[in-house]
Structures are given as structure tokens and as C-alpha cells.
């Protein structure tokens, strides 16, 4: 990756939930719900929050920051055996789930959906040249359930402010 890229990887890292925040207000500022596109993007919703769980299961709370220093160590149990990057794959999920359920229009359901996933996609390059040479951890991290809980905190806030939204605009 080019040096410019890996900047604007960093900044794209760093202030990813301003980014990906602004981009789900204009879903919704554009959203046009019915029942059937909430149940329609439900599933995705549902999958992609139980795929975070089961990720941050093994990373722990480590992946719930904003400093962009390099880890420290490579996980490589439970999701992580069958992706580098099981966060993002869930949050593509959680994405889609949105996008359907809030059923924007087709131009920036598909504008939305190639920024997410050429976002991600960034963020995961940046991410694959940081992981190189490093050792690898397949032991589950012991994480309970409250603790899973308070560092997806503002996850379930958000999540949720966003489905109550779609509910009160689908009525």
C-alpha cells in the first residue's frame, strides 16, 4: 500500500465511527421503511451484531479502539480461523441489515453499499500489513458476558437507536 494510502487508512481507522456514523444518518435521513424491508434487513442485523459477539469473544476488547498502533499478537481462533477479519465481516452485515431495512432507494443502497465495503476493504489492508511476522494466538480470551456487554457498549446503543428509528419511521 502506498504511503498516502496507509494515511488515509489511519485517519479512515481512527475517526471510523464519525465516518461510518455520518453515512448511516444519511440512510436514514433518506430511509423509506415498511414492515417488510425492516424484516427483510433484521436477519442481516442479527447476523452481523452475533458475528461481532463472537469475534471480540477471542479479541477482546483490544479491538475496540481508536489507536492505530499495530497489535501485538495475531488472533487466530474461533472466526479468525476462516478470516483475518471477522469484525469487518460483521459489520458488512450489520450494514446491509440497515441499508435493507431502512430501504433508501436503490442509487444509495448501492452508493452506500460500495463505500462500506471499499471503506472496510482499506481498513483491512492497513490492517494485513500490521499482522505480518507477527505470533499468532488461537486461545479463546475468557471474556463473560458483561464484559462482552460494556466494550460493545456504544455498539448496542447505536444499534439500537437505529432500529427504533426505522421502526418509528416504518409505522
Not at 21 to 36: D, H, I
Not at 57 to 70: I, N
Not at 73 to 92: K, L, Q
Amino acid at each position: 500500500m502506498s504511503k498516502y494510502n496507509s494515511q488515509a487508512a489511519t485517519v479512515a481507522f481512527r475517526y471510523r465511527g464519525w465516518l461510518l456514523g455520518c453515512l448511516a444518518l444519511s440512510v436514514l435521513a433518506c430511509s423509506q421503511p415498511t414492515a417488510r424491508s425492516f424484516l427483510l434487513g433484521l436477519p442481516c442485523l442479527t447476523l452481523g451484531i452475533a458475528g461481532r459477539s463472537w469475534a471480540f469473544v477471542y479479541l477482546g476488547s483490544r479491538g475496540r479502539t481508536r489507536d492505530p498502533a499495530p497489535p501485538s499478537e495475531r488472533v487466530v481462533g474461533g472466526p479468525y480461523r476462516w478470516s483475518s477479519h471477522p469484525v469487518y465481516v460483521a459489520n458488512v452485515c450489520v450494514a446491509l441489515g440497515i441499508v435493507l431495512a431502512a430501504s433508501p432507494g436503490p442509487v444509495l443502497s448501492v452508493c452506500v453499499a460500495l463505500i462500506v465495503l471499499g471503506f472496510y476493504r482499506l481498513l483491512a489492508l492497513r490492517e494485513e500489513g500490521q499482522l505480518v511476522g507477527l505470533p499468532a494466538r488461537a486461545s479463546r480470551s475468557i471474556h463473560s458476558v458483561a464484559a462482552l456487554a460494556r466494550c460493545e457498549r456504544s455498539s448496542w446503543m447505536t444499534l439500537s437507536l437505529v432500529v427504533l428509528v426505522l421502526m418509528v419511521r416504518a409505522l
